[in-house]
């Protein structure tokens, strides 16, 4: 059972930093795409970046140019780097992996999920 513990949430002021990593209980390199998504109170889960096995990066329209995704397979572990962090950026976010069998067939595995909160 794969099992994705994130880490690195927290209170943050506008402005600010935050770096969340996501840890896999085996080689990453085994999932095809890996990635954050994140929901806030009362709106719809949205995917913030994800990076594909050959590092292919796609990020949401309103992360692009502030957050960095990144992954360390040595590690087995994924990053996101946050940077002028908003307001609306308070979520919870979730690490996800997925692996990708064929065109149609393919399994995520998610992570518990970590606070991000950023103060006006």
């Known amino acids: 059972q794969v099992q994705l513990v994130e880490s690195g949430g927290g209170l943050v002021q506008s402005g600010g930093s935050l770096r969340l990593s996501c840890t896999a209980s085996?080689?990453?390199?085994?999932?095809?795409?890996t990635g954050w998504y994140r929901q806030a109170p009362g709106k719809e889960r949205e995917l913030v970046a994800s990076?594909?096995?050959?590092?292919?990066?796609n990020y949401a329209d309103s992360v692009k140019g502030r957050f960095t995704i990144s992954r360390a397979n040595a590690k087995n572990t994924v990053y996101l780097q946050m940077n002028s962090l908003k307001h609306e950026d308070t979520a919870d976010y979730y690490c996800f992996a997925t692996v990708a069998y064929s065109a149609i067939l393919n399994e995520t595995y998610w992570g518990q999920g970590t606070q991000v909160t950023v103060s006006p």
């Open positions: 990076i594909t096995e050959s590092s292919t990066t």
């Open positions: 085996g080689s990453i390199s085994n999932f095809d795409v």
